[in-house]
């Protein structure tokens, strides 16, 4: 039976379609004990306006091409559509991604296109109570209040935290509305999920994202997930690891700290001790040195500072690492020697191995390893790094983040006259829109903002010690989980505190019912993905064009609409959408995608015009379901959804770049080679590509970034045309909007980034060669004296950030059972949506934390008991306990994707009437504690320490 068919209902007892609502009840298991759906899924109200006419044989159905909503793998959705209403939903057979796979949230999606918990008008909190207002009275309160703190205390004292939910365009003139509203306290989820990983990989060799696919990964023949579970986190992922399985022989090691469902399908399982990446890959690095399986010509020719990391890593004898990371020196030879015997082989993480205090240092270790065994610029190899939102990567890559500008350009004055001049606006104006006043030496326009990892710091701290003019005291949560972030009573605290308090979502979010308000918080409806159109980017980079499905439901509306209100009511949307065309109210999607094609020229997302995106979409039959190139039709040769960089102006047609630094093809055609980001020389060292380089490259050996000055030395110049000449004059590839100086370096088979070595140190991160410290919530305190944390820091992200002084405090004796999170498979970042799902819902009812059960005997726990976990800031949460061997003696774990209660609270009463999601249950992120990484502020959430007790 089909899955739309399962899906639908319907009270008419002669319908000719499907089944009816007394058949299904009768043969489904719901039927018995489900007491969610039974109490919700037929409901009156939503549901019932959303019945098809099965009785109308003239009714067109429409088919409708989307994108999955929930995780990165990017999964393609038929959607039947029928008089508007969306009635049926199949996996898209024909996509190269999904290949008709699915996963539990993926087959549920059509609740969220239609779900009855939603929004259904913009609200205020007002004594108490929620009060219904327009949508003119919403933006004009809002609008009023924001200009009233700007006027007081500047522009950085009001907050724009946006979402990986956007689409591209969406994501794109959310940071450019930040940008003209005058403040760089702008973010998204990618903070606190990948940051570490941008960063750690763009520093090591030139960009920050996954190298390969997850196509690509069916050529590898090993595989290592260190903190990553995509059984869980990404299920349809795992039928390409499956697919290397059983066509390679692909050997799957999983290092993790508990025993996953991934676990279950590997060869080879190690259990680490949580925040010791880096003495678990040191130690590898350790046997593979010692019998000289490293690729010693791959890192002559492309790494640097190699023998750096040889020094260090000489000190993690197996001694050593079984001491610090639990696993023996068998089972830290076995897993080296099939790395070794098994190339080329990737390595996957996740959140569990970034989101730590020392993320970048974990990163740049996963690096180094690939690079250690020559598995990069390889099919088969790479750094699949596997994104936790459907446009996490896209919305990165457009810029939401307080450290860059769209594409990853920085903050220097350079950065944004590129931009003012891609906008057409005047760049001394933009400028004037920032506060002017210097703080610690630094422009406000100029310095990085406050990461969303951070803002309740932004809010609680005292404003002597924030590199701005006054706290934050309004928060725009604009398609944001608060429960996904750490500190939850510290975060009570600062939503409290603020004066408005924003909330842009389809569903009312965690962040309405915590704060403890009564006034000041304003809840506005925006639409699903599946009411608008657009492009997403999936975690290869492909760039994917959604259909609208249907158009918005109640009084919700799309985000760039809300955009284009606020930003009128705020005086700037002249400016903001200066040359995008407003129809209704609502700027025309295909003209912000051609705007963000015309500047983003660092990563290559100027290739990808929306006919170009519209022609993959409507052929995804014709891509090569490993290699992703289209076997003839339109888009012959070219690679599925064009992945970055696809180079040039869409008329060069560059195919995309499926596998990032592969010499083995040309510029042209997809290959490269590693970015000359970091100069040509560090120290007297030549940091350029020696005897290496992309096919049919015309500079046999490395070469710097190409400008102006090098097309001229090379006598080039005369290539370009007399516009291109007028355009690039005094430019270089990055900055040049005619794309000139691109076009002519891949002419000639050159990169336009240059030809450099990988770097394996980064001397401008606090540990120049990663470094294992230990956790500053840890229980070896023997180690802490080895193995000590960093120094307080005065200022990081304009905030104090605190290390030595909280890993000092010993709170191991209180508090001795390490406490870790992650995913369930049936629930999406902060749950609010899919736990509103009765489809869902029914699947997982209740938040728990898993306790071994050596642990759960000596506490006096048993299985499904009631239990207090409580954090070592005295964050508690009250939750079941799961009494099982995934979690080693001392380790708990918990999911994050629960909200609606704290500690011990029940919050219903607090939600709009109706807005109840259908299973509500403690945030595990109550319990956890402070600690960020010191490059990016990634948040600490897989080490910290807790107590637990009987209820």
Known sequence: MKLTKRSESTSNPNQKFGVSRRTFMK?????????????????????????????????????????????????????????????????????????GGHCAKGAALREHGRGEKRLKYPMKLEGGKWKKMSWDEAINEIGDKALQIRKESGPDSVYWLG??????????????????????????????????????????????????????????KSMLFIGSNPAEAHPVAMQHILIAKEKNNCQIVVADPRRTRTAAKANHYISLRPGTDVAFIWGLLWHIFQNKWEDQEFIRQRVFGMDEIRKEVANWTPDKVERVTGASEEQMYKTAKILADNRPGCIVWC????????????????????????????????????????????????????????????????????????????????????????????????????????????????????????????????????????????????????DMMVIVDPYPTVAGVMNDRTDGVYLLPATTQFETHGSVTASNRSLQWRDKVVEPLFESKPDHEIMYLLST??????????????????????????????????????????????????????????????????????????????????????????????????????????????GVEFEGENLLAEDSYSKGCELQDGFPEFSDKLLKSLGWWDDLTAEEKAAAEGKNWKTDLSGGIQRVAIKHGCIPFGNAKARAI??????????????????????????????????????????????????????????????????EGGGEETRSSPWLAELQQEMFVEVNPKDANDLGIRDGDMVWVEGAEKGKVHVKAMVTRRVTPGLAFMPFHFGGKFQGEDLTERYPEGTVPYVIGEAANTATTYGYDPVTQMQETKVTLCNIRKA
């Open 351 to 498: 959140m569990g191995g970034t989101q730590h205090t020392t993320g970048n240092n974990n990163t740049r270790a996963y690096c180094v390893l690939e690079l250690a065994l020559g598995n990069m610029g390889k099919s088969g190899g790479g750094a699949n790094i596997f994104r936790g939102h459907d446009n996490v990567q896209g919305a990165t890559d457009l810029g939401v983040l307080s450290h860059t500008l769209p594409g990853y350009y920085g903050l220097a004055p350079g950065s944004w006259k590129h931009w003012a001049k891609v906008w057409d606006l005047d760049y001394k104006w933009i400028e004037e829109r920032f506060d002017q006043n210097k703080y610690r030496g630094k422009l406000p326009m100029n310095n990085m903002g406050i990461p969303v990892s951070r803002w309740i710091d932004g809010v609680l701290e005292n404003k002597e010690n924030i590199e701005q003019n006054d706290n934050i005291r309004a928060m725009f949560y604009w398609g944001h989980a608060v429960n996904s972030q750490t500190r939850g009573p510290e975060m009570r605290k600062a939503m409290q505190k603020l």
């Open 569 to 678: 009511k705020l005086g700037f949307s002249e400016q903001l959408f200066k040359n995008i065309e407003v129809q209704d109210n609502q700027p025309v999607i295909e003209d912000i995608t051609r705007e963000f094609n015309k500047g983003m020229w660092t990563i290559g997302y100027t290739g990808q015009s929306p006919e170009r995106l519209k022609e993959h979409q409507q052929n995804w039959h014709t891509f090569h379901k490993t290699t992703l190139a289209a076997e003839g039709g339109p888009a012959n040769g070219e690679t599925y959804g064009l992945p970055w960089p696809c180079w040039g102006t869409a008329e060069m047609k560059h195919p995309g770049t499926h596998i990032l630094y592969d010499t083995s093809k040309p510029v042209a055609e997809g290959g490269g080679n590693f970015r000359a980001r970091f």
């Open 27 to 99: 043969n489904s298991s719901l039927a018995a004990g489900g007491a969610v759906v039974g109490a919700g899924i037929f409901a009156p109200g939503m549901m019932k306006k959303a019945q098809a006419n099965t009785e109308n044989k003239d009714v067109n159905v429409e088919i409708k091409r989307t994108i999955c909503s929930h995780c990165s793998v990017g999964c393609g959705i038929y959607a039947e559509v029928k008089n508007g209403v969306w009635t049926g939903q199949e996996p898209a057979f024909d996509h190269p991604f999904n290949l």
């Open 163 to 220: 979402s990986a939910k956007h689409n591209n365009e969406q994501a794109y003139m959310f940071r450019k509305m930040a940008s003209l509203w005058g403040t760089n306290n702008v973010d998204h989820q990618a903070r606190i999920c990948h940051s570490t990983t941008v960063s750690g990989v763009a520093n090591t060799w030139g960009y920050g994202a996954m190298t390969n696919s997850f196509n690509d990964m069916h050529n590898c």
């Open 762 to 827: 980064v001397w401008t991160f606090p540990d120049r060669v990663p470094l294992h410290r230990e956790p500053l919530y840890t229980p070896r305190r023997d180690l802490v004296k080895d193995y000590p944390t960093w120094d307080d820091s005065e200022s990081i992200y304009r905030l104090p950030t605190l290390y030595k002084s909280i890993q000092d405090v010993d709170k191991s004796k209180e508090y001795p059972i390490i406490l870790t999170s992650g995913r369930l498979v049936e629930y």
